[in-house]
């Protein structure tokens, strides 16, 4: 931390997984690059009544092979299924993922989805910026110059919340075109309580689509109000226009997401 605040021209390394294709293309040019992989202490899974907390360093293989999580939290442990190919999930951490902000990376999507809480740390002190103000815009965040992202907290996840995590890629392993996690709970007549659907790849930064959460809020998830939450969320989102497809294919995608992962939470309890 004293390294990054003496040097404004100094960047983090973890995984390199997003680094060093910026640095290949000199798309950045650091005075000093500070390898993370023997700082101490931020390599740790942490399950407990108050929900997970991954370490900065904690790569999605961790993630992957922790008994745990299937169970403590599926819907974080279905999205890092998702990131990459084995090699890029072998190596790339949370903080990194979190850092670099890609407005595709299954992670942000997650903590923004799931409210969660991003801990960073600096030479003068601590802080804790929660993950819908984390994001800011496409590779951009709230994070200075000066600042280490520490840990990611995700709240508990109770056993019988219904949830859905739909993503279409162009090939397995891209980085999705669009992505909708969802998830709601129950109360005792079977309606949706505390709906949730969060969207990646269609908007300049991961974020929760409220209108669609609407249309879930205290009904009956079935065929009528999930064709109403997929309309809501294609009518909110932003979806951005590049060489892989156009904004209209994408509202279109995300519609049919929004669908596809409602189903399967109707049908899927977490536990
Ligand atoms: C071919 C390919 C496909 C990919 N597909 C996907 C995908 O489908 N989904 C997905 O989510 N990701 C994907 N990725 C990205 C991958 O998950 C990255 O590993 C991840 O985004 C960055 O993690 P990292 O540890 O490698 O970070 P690095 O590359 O080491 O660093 C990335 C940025 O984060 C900063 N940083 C790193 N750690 C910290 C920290 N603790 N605090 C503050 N700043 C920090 C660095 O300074 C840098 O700016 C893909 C990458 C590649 C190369």
């Known amino acids: 931390m004293i390294l990054l605040a003496a040097d404004p021209g100094a960047k983090l390394i973890a995984g390199g997984q997003s680094l060093v294709p910026v640095l290949a293309f000199r798309l950045a040019a650091p005075s000093l690059l500070i390898d993370l992989r023997r700082v101490p202490g931020l390599d740790t899974i942490v399950v407990g009544d108050d929900g997970v907390r991954l370490g900065a360093k904690v790569r999605w293989r961790d993630i992957e092979d922790d008994l745990r999580l299937p169970g403590a939290h599926p819907l974080l442990h279905a999205a890092v299924g998702h990131v990459g190919h084995y090699q890029i999930r072998n190596r790339g951490t949370v903080g990194g993922s979190l850092a670099h902000a890609d407005p595709a990376a299954e992670l942000p999507g997650?903590?923004?989805?799931?409210?969660?809480e991003i801990a960073v740390s600096s030479a003068v002190g601590q802080r804790t910026v929660p993950a819908s103000e984390f994001f800011t815009g496409p590779l951009t965040t709230e994070l200075r110059s000066d600042e280490v992202i520490t840990e990611l907290r995700l709240p508990p996840w109770p056993a019988a919340r219904r949830w859905g995590l739909e993503e279409f890629a162009l090939r397995q392993g891209d980085f999705a075109l669009a992505g909708i996690a969802a998830f709601y709970d129950e109360d005792a007549q079977g309606r949706a309580r505390n709906p949730r659907i969060?969207?990646?790849?269609?908007?300049?930064?991961?974020?929760?689509?409220?209108?669609?959460?609407?249309?879930?809020?205290?009904?009956?998830?079935?065929?009528?109000t999930i064709a109403a939450a997929a309309r809501a969320a294609a009518a909110v989102v932003d979806p951005p226009q590049d060489l892989h497809a156009d904004a209209q294919y994408r509202r279109a995608l995300v519609a049919t997401l929004v669908e596809r992962a409602l189903r399967a939470a109707a049908q899927r309890r977490s536990a």
């Open 198 to 224: 969060g969207v990646i790849g269609a908007c300049s930064r991961p974020q929760r689509l409220a209108a669609a959460e609407t249309e879930l809020d205290g009904r009956t998830v079935d065929a009528r």
């Open 110 to 116: 997650i903590a923004v989805t799931c409210a969660g």
